[in-house]
T-cell receptor, first 112, second 110 residues
Framework: AAGVIQSPRHLIKEKRETATLKCYPIPRHDTVYWYQQGPGQDPQFLIS???????DKGSIPDRFSAQQFSDYHSELNMSSLELGDSALYFC???????????FGEGSRLTVL | SQQGEEDPQALSIQEGENATMNCSYKTSINNLQWYRQNSGRGLVHLIL?????REKHSGRLRVTLDTSKKSSSLLITASRAADTASYFCATDDNTDKLIFGTGTRLQVFP
């Protein structure tokens, strides 16, 4: 069965650089979520989309932005990267707004 | 702020024993979910229990929900070494976002 695809799986950037993470949800899933997980931490909700519109926002820095495109894939853009942005970034999709989330394997961002 | 707090933070048991993890949350919810995460991997959904349900079973998993105490428990029976992972509860606080608790690290020794 198709799963949530995230790319790239690993990314190394310098401070103040920009990074873009991509997420391809499971077909026919209309909700996409982004989470950030630091080492040994729980996943922190960043932002969600329902039918290509932003539906909720969490502790996402102003330096970050995200959008969902017409083909339902989503991108998380991170600018002016800081050392503290080093983390695993997960995308998840769901077939309904109050249902279970299906997670991708994550994108590991390292900021040097 | 944290929606869910889990207890214990870490748990070590022998294969065959049962493992119980608890989760407390703060706001009203539509549902509560439990997820499992192997180190550095994506989270995997285990079970969802709705606010009008009190208990749910799935294989060796048993989840209870007490909305009056804003708490839930996850019981894994007859644990196996392969159950070693972190377990998170997550709640929706009546919005579209799913907020995860702090997690319990379970170690099952063969």
């Amino acid at each position: 069965a198709a799963g949530v695809i995230q790319s790239p799986r690993h990314l190394i950037k310098e401070k103040r650089e920009t990074a873009t993470l991509k997420c391809y949800p499971i077909p026919r899933h209309d909700t996409v979520y982004w989470y950030q997980q630091g080492p040994g931490q729980d996943p922190q909700f960043l932002i969600s989309f329902y039918e290509k519109m932003q539906s909720d926002k969490g502790s996402i820095p102003d330096r970050f932005s995200a959008q969902q495109f017409s083909d339902y894939h989503s991108e998380l853009n991170m600018s002016s990267l800081e050392l503290g942005d080093s983390a695993l970034y997960f995308c998840a999709s769901s077939p309904r707004r109050d249902g279970e989330l299906f997670f991708g394997e994550g994108s590991r961002l390292t900021v040097l | 702020s944290q929606q869910g707090e889990e207890d214990p933070q870490a748990l070590s048991i022998q294969e065959g024993e049962n493992a119980t993890m608890n989760c407390s949350y703060k706001t009203s919810i539509n549902n509560l979910q439990w997820y499992r995460q192997n180190s550095g991997r994506g989270l995997v959904h285990l079970i969802l229990i709705r606010s009008n349900e009190r208990e749910k079973h799935s294989g060796r998993l048993r989840v209870t929900l007490d909305t009056s105490k804003k708490s839930s428990s996850l019981l894994i029976t007859a644990s196996r070494a392969a159950d070693t992972a972190s377990y998170f509860c997550a709640t929706d606080d009546n919005t579209d976002k799913l907020i995860f608790g702090t997690g319990t690290r379970l170690q099952v020794f063969p």
